[in-house]
């Protein structure tokens, strides 16, 4: 029983360099989230998903772009790494008032 | 503008007593409140829930507390045990449009001394 799964852990990028942190989960949930994480701050929603073909902003979209192809799958792209992606992401899916997280992907970017 | 505070980084508290976390909201709108605990290194992980239609919701140890005039909740963990030492979030929904999103504080980090 996998839950959310998150790839990679750890990765350090150089600026202007590009990703995709992929984000999957095995329980059919529908609705699926990204969030940032800064030091001393509370999680940031970044987009989230209510089904597959369907994808919205959330508070901090910009410099990012998602797709959602399956309901398994919602990976998370950076085209144009700068510092400020510094920062931890995490995944999450299932309904807004009982979210499962991922375990998160620390990102740097130098 | 942070509409969900959590004004207290950190608290110490000694096993088997009472631990009290407070989140201070500015929204009106919002009707659901939750609260998340993570460890380092993992996820945060779902603890506790309350509507706004309520004031009081307990599972086990642990009880959140409610107050709409006052714009405030707080959640309290009793007895506290060394295992609850972690950072704890509380989180906010807000009603109508904006019902996908959660508004984190910037969390408390919790630590039970044995």
């Known amino acids: 029983n996998a839950g959310v799964t998150q790839t990679p852990k750890f990765r350090i990028l150089k600026i202007g360099q590009s990703m995709t942190l992929q984000c999957t989960q095995d329980?059919?949930?529908?609705?699926m989230y990204w969030y940032r994480q800064d030091p001393g701050m509370g999680l940031k929603l970044i987009y989230y998903?209510?089904?597959?073909?369907?994808?919205d902003k959330g508070e901090v979209p910009n410099g990012y772009n998602v797709s959602r192809s399956t309901t398994e799958d919602f990976p998370l792209r950076l085209e144009l790494a700068a510092p400020s992606q510094t920062s931890v992401y995490f995944c999450a899916s299932g309904a807004v008032s009982e979210q499962y997280f991922g375990p998160g992907t620390r990102l740097t970017v130098t | 503008d942070q509409q969900v505070k959590q004004n207290s980084p950190s608290l110490s508290v000694q096993e088997g007593r009472i631990s009290i976390l407070n989140c201070d909201y500015t929204?009106?709108?919002?009707?659901?409140f939750l609260w998340y605990k993570k460890y380092p290194a993992e996820g945060p992980t779902f603890l506790i829930s309350i509507s706004s239609i309520k004031d009081k919701n307990e599972d086990g140890r642990f009880t959140v507390f409610l107050n709409k005039s006052a714009k405030h909740l707080s959640l309290h963990i009793v007895p506290s045990q060394p295992g609850d030492s972690a950072v704890y979030f509380c989180?906010?929904?807000?009603?109508?449009?904006?019902?996908?999103?959660?508004?984190f504080g910037s969390g408390t980090r919790l630590l039970v001394r044995p």
């Open positions: 929204n009106s709108m919002f009707d659901y």
């Open positions: 329980m059919n949930h529908n609705y």
């Open positions: 998903s209510v089904g597959a073909g369907i994808t």
């Open positions: 989180a906010a929904r807000a009603e109508g449009d904006s019902s996908y999103k959660l508004i």
